[in-house]
């Protein structure tokens, strides 16, 4: 086991150097450079800021002195945000992307997990298919629709909640970006966990549990469960890894200072080291999420155990 | 036991929100994320409106765009109109409490100029005697014609007259340099707990990708006026969460307003919504240097058939103002150039369009194919959609949209070998009718249509040759006659300042170049 | 035919829906007097829905038919599903059935490449895509495909590991069929009932994701639309109006409804063969 866990944890490194290597080339690949702005820099300043980022060296070179930046725990400096690095930037918008990720993945699991409990009690009943549509729209609607409404519901019309910002330690704050980032994945676990309990719960050792008297939750939520798990956490790895590393579209919505925007403002900024720092980032997340997976799929499963 | 839970969740909640409204706190939408809040770093309107109110010009200016004395008490002009000697308060502090000195503008104009140091905005600083051969690379910032005479006393020289020079001074990239901060961080000291401001706040906390705190500075020099003890200038480039947010009570003042819910808006919070004339244009840019635009009948043509008043009735919603010309109204003395056809109606518009059109060699069975590219940006996109609409419509033009991702379209906009037809907009950095027009001289960095035209180029010197006497506005107001006439760009709309100001902002004034310090405004309890 | 008739109704009712929302998309904009970008200048801007008016379903704030757009979306929207899907299943089961079946160190390679594109976040990738290539309208499904075909590899690939262990394999192998006939004649066949439910739930999954790309601005070129730019347009005006959010929303959501509803419905019907 611990020898699994190290041995992953090692194999991580080249995929990652890989990982870190191919994005570095394919976004210098990219049309404009960090420099590009509505409106131009004379020629003198655009060469000397070239040059203070280095961008006047060859390829090559650049990639030796970043690799070497790392290697001392240095992720470069944003071109974008003038005077910060780029781990500065991550350990500023991690804590609040795992605080709302985290939450989010908490409240889609209970939700998720308590609407497929109820939906198999009788499967193909009126409750099973009013939730299953339900879940449905749930998938279907963009959050870019259904986090304004929340907010045009919550904070406009009733004035229960604010409409956005971030203070640390405020919870009023969270409610609402957690609602909307958790809403298709509570949709996302309902139906895995809801096919998934519905074919374990034919296997013939469930028919045998319920032939010895045991009561349907008991069966449900004992016998059943652990194996009706396993294609959710395969789900959860990389979606825990997506909803931890934060969602550009609820940062936008309410004005959250996660990470999810990074993502896409660096790239389209072409802020080079800080997509690369994020994307190192969420490489090793999801590689853990991977490891965690597979661990418990092990603790979940005896036959996988055994090879 | 839970209508309890209810009560003290509910009284939380109303604490929060009364909270919110009552303390002595300004909370402006601003935007974007600053890149910097270094002065002589900075570029984006949304980091020197913070720097406005961080730091603090030997000028400022009011309401009309005149200067006014800020860290400057006084100044003096030599007879020939060269010299200009500032004397600095001796009440000027920075936020530390040291003195602010000559030296320390000494400092920053050297930096501004030396291009080693990539001051975007060193330009604006090139009448000082010196200050071109600095940037250019031929002499070293030392020789900038900028003297501290002695703590008090600062001589700036000018290499020829310019109006306008004052004004410049207002700018952040002239606003002073603390020294040892910047020798100390480099290029980082402009960050929370290292930053030294002379202005009325000094910046207290810096949260990425949500808001820049400011508190008053207890040693600015007339801190006694200063009634907003706090400012908030929050991060939100989504312009429908910005809204949302004023909605609910968040923000006191918005940098921007959706298009689509103008209508709306106007209905419904007329009195919050401030729209005032801002000093910048938008329009299509046209490539002269490929064919077909090199034809001037068919720039003119594809000019023609733009209905400008209906892009700003019914796309814009009322927040532009129709622009035929390239200089919007309110440049310091200028008088706006607005063209013949501006007040023709609309049938002899189409009627000319037309027949400029066939001449140039299109007919309904030969249409002219062309690429309008724009920045993926839902505003630009709508406007290239009504513009092609109409081109379609009533020349019967088939305009390919060419929606391409930001970086891309401003390196193809740059280079110039593939584009048509381009987005674009250009907005002051001061009063001067100039400025604009600069824009469409052959051989500037931002003249993106590739125009180049002697006679233009040589009604541009001509002027600047003027100085300061009255004879200048008359050759600028040609010039932009000659420009509009050759037509290598399409004016489509004036810009228009718009915010919504919330009704216990107090003292706010429409600012041609919207600026607007927070030391001036308060709030009604 | 068959597998057809053994669907339940529901299910055939869901495919007889799909299939008349895919017509209505063909003929509704080649029928009806407005073009799918005409500007109606003389018409009102907003307008809302009346059988009377001169568009059935209103205009948006561009004066803009949007019964029209809507299909108009739709032509675009089923396009990028069906070929994004599409490619998705050709690269994905094509590679995942040659990691399965050889395993080993092949199979450790191949999978240590789909490692490290799974760590590579997908949005960094459709943007430097986008920025590379140029908002053209067929890579945008290949794009998207190139990018979603990694669950499918992983899928395949888990499902050949089990196969190629089976007896009939075995068997084939010692009547003498080369590797490349088992893997088509006995491994690919008996793929099908796992990668045919799985296509139905990527089909709305590429339409999605379409709409997350347009939502960035980066979705399809004016004047083609998509019902994922129809609906970020019309979030934008809904508190002036409603309908041109309403309209593509409902269309999707029909669709997605259909795909599920059939999509369950296969998957009924194929497993057991499949266990069997």
């Keep these: ?307 | 036991m839970s209508w309890r839970l209810a009560a003290v969740l509910a009284l939380l909640m109303l604490s929060g929100i009364v909270c919110a409204a009552s303390e002595n706190r300004l909370r402006i939408g601003n935007n974007a994320e600053p890149e910097s809040l270094d002065p002589q770093r900075a570029s984006s309107v949304s980091a020197l409106n913070i720097i406005r109110d961080l730091d603090e010009g030997l000028v400022q200016l009011d309401a009309q765009g005149q200067p006014q004395p800020a860290a400057a008490q006084s100044w003096q002009r030599d007879a020939s109109g060269l010299v200009y000697t500032f004397t600095l308060r001796p009440s000027a502090r920075w936020s530390d409490g040291s003195a602010l000195q000559a030296q320390d503008f000494v400092a920053a104009l050297r930096r501004a100029v030396d291009p080693r140091n990539g001051a975007p905005f060193a330009q604006l600083l090139s009448p000082i005697a010196q200050a071109e051969a600095i940037m250019a690379g031929h002499a070293t910032p030392e020789s900038l014609g900028v003297a501290a005479l002695d703590a008090q006393q600062l001589r700036i020289t000018l290499a020829r007259p310019t109006p306008q020079f004052l004004a410049l001074l207002a700018h952040p990239v002239s606003f002073p340099l603390h020294g040892p901060s910047w020798q100390r961080y480099g290029a980082g000291f402009a960050r929370a707990g290292r930053m030294l401001s002379n202005g009325a706040y000094q910046l207290r906390d810096w949260v990425v990708h949500d808001r820049i705190e400011l508190v008053r500075n207890p040693h600015y020099w007339n801190a006694g006026t200063v009634r907003i003890a706090q400012v908030s200038y929050y991060a939100i480039d989504d312009v429908d969460a910005e809204l949302k947010r004023y909605l609910a009570g968040e923000l006191d003042i918005t940098a921007q307003i959706p298009l689509v819910q103008a209508p709306q808006l106007r209905r419904e919070r007329g009195a919050e919504l401030r729209l005032a004339p801002y000093l910048g244009t938008y329009y299509l840019g046209l490539n002269v240097r490929r064919a077909p635009l090199d034809d001037p009948r068919l720039r003119r043509a594809l000019s023609l058939a733009i209905d400008r008043k209906l892009i700003v009735d019914k796309v814009m919603n009322g927040l532009a103002a129709p622009a035929a010309s390239w200089v919007p109204p309110g440049t310091a003395d200028y008088s706006p150039q607005t063209p013949d056809w501006a007040q023709w109606p609309r049938a002899q518009q189409l009627a000319e369009a037309r027949r400029l059109y066939r001449e140039a060699g299109y007919t309904s069975e030969h249409p002219l194919h062309i690429e309008l590219r724009y920045n993926q940006h839902d505003d630009h996109r709508r406007i290239a959609i009504v513009v092609a609409a109409m081109w379609k419509q009533w020349l019967g033009v088939q305009t390919q949209l060419l929606g391409e991702e930001n970086k891309v379209f401003l390196a193809n906009r740059r280079a110039g070998h593939i584009t048509q037809v381009f987005r674009a907009s250009w907005i002051a950095d001061d009063q001067d009718a100039a400025g604009f027009l600069q824009v469409l001289a052959s051989g500037n960095g931002r003249n993106d249509t590739g125009f180049a035209d002697a006679a233009y180029d040589a009604l541009l010197a001509q002027a600047a040759a003027q100085g300061e006497a009255p004879s200048r506005r008359a050759r600028l107001e040609e010039a932009e006659r000659y420009l509009l006439a050759q037509q290598p760009l399409i004016p489509l709309y004036f810009y228009l300042s718009k915010h919504l100001l919330s009704p216990r902002v107090q003292n706010w004034q429409d600012h041609v170049l919207d600026y607007h310090y927070s030391k001036d405004l308060w709030l009604a309890p | 035919m068959s597998l057809l008739r053994r669907l339940p109704r529901s299910a055939q009712l869901a495919l007889l829906l799909l299939m008349l929302l895919a017509l209505a998309a063909m003929l509704v904009p080649l029928l009806s007097p407005y073009a799918c970008d005409q500007i109606d200048f003389g018409g009102v801007w907003s307008a809302p829905p009346g059988l009377q008016a001169a568009h059935w379903l209103g205009t948006d704030s561009l004066g803009r038919d949007l019964l029209v757009r809507g299909f108009c979306g739709a032509r675009v929207s089923l396009l990028v599903g069906l070929v994004g899907t599409l490619v998705a299943l050709l690269i994905g089961v094509s590679y995942g059935a040659l990691a399965g079946y050889f395993a080993g160190r092949l199979d450790a390679l191949m999978m240590r490449v789909v490692d490290v594109l799974y760590a590579l976040p997908f949005m960094f990738l459709v943007i430097v895509l986008m920025a590379l290539f140029g908002r053209h309208f067929l890579l945008l499904f290949v794009a998207l495909g190139a990018v979603l075909w990694l669950d499918m590899a992983r899928l395949v690939r888990g499902q050949t590991l089990a196969l190629r262990e089976r007896e009939f394999v075995a068997a084939a192998r010692l009547a003498g069929l080369s590797e490349l006939q088992i893997l088509r004649r006995h491994i690919l066949p008996n793929l099908a009932g796992v990668v045919i439910v799985y296509a139905t739930l990527t089909v709305p999954q590429v339409i999605l994701v379409e709409s997350f790309i347009s939502f960035l601005g980066l979705g399809v070129q004016e004047p083609l639309t998509s019902w994922g730019v129809l609906i970020n347009d019309g979030a934008r005006e809904m508190q002036s109006s409603i309908w041109p959010l309403l309209i593509p929303c409902l269309l999707l959501l029909l669709t997605l409804l259909c795909l599920n509803l059939i999509g369950e419905a296969l998957r009924a019907a194929l497993e057991p063969q499949v266990r069997r």
């Design chain 1, 1 to 307: 086991m611990l020898n699994l866990v190290l041995r992953r944890l090692l194999t991580g490194i080249p995929t990652l150097l890989l990982l870190l290597t191919l994005c570095f080339f394919l976004m210098r690949l990219a049309p404009g450079g960090p420099f590009d702005r509505e409106r131009s820099l004379p020629p003198a300043v655009e060469t000397a800021l070239r040059a203070e980022y280095h961008l006047d060296e060859s390829l090559w070179q650049q990639y030796r002195r970043y690799l070497g930046g790392i290697a001392q725990g240095d992720f470069g400096p944003s071109f974008q945000y003038e005077g910060y690095r780029v781990q500065e930037l991550i350990a500023a918008g991690l804590p609040v992307s795992l605080q709302l990720g985290g939450a989010a993945l908490l409240l889609a699991l209970l939700a998720g997990g308590a609407l497929a409990v109820l939906a198999v009690r009788k499967p193909g009943g009126p409750l099973d298919r009013a939730l299953m549509s339900l879940t449905l729209l749930g998938i279907c609607l963009p959050n870019y629709v259904v986090a304004p409404l929340l907010v045009l519901l919550f904070a406009l019309t009733l004035g229960w909640l604010p409409a956005g910002g971030w203070q640390p330690g405020q919870w009023r704050d969270l409610v609402l970006p957690v609602a909307a980032l958790a809403l298709p994945q509570i949709a996302y676990i309902a139906r895995i966990l809801r096919s998934s309990l519905l074919e374990t719960l034919a296997a013939p050792y469930i028919r045998a549990a319920r032939a010895r008297g045991l009561s349907e939750s008991r069966v449900l939520l004992v016998h059943a469960i652990k194996p009706a798990l396993l294609p959710l956490i395969s789900y959860l790895g990389p979606a825990a890894a997506a909803l931890l590393t934060g969602s550009v579209v609820i940062e936008q919505v309410f004005g959250i200072p996660g990470l999810g925007r990074y993502f896409v403002q660096a790239a389209l900024n072409r802020d080079y080291t800080l997509v690369l720092g994020v994307v190192t980032l969420y490489g090793a997340l999801v590689l853990l999420c991977n490891l965690l997976v597979d661990l418990a799929y092990g603790a979940l499963d005896p036959r996988q155990r055994a090879a």
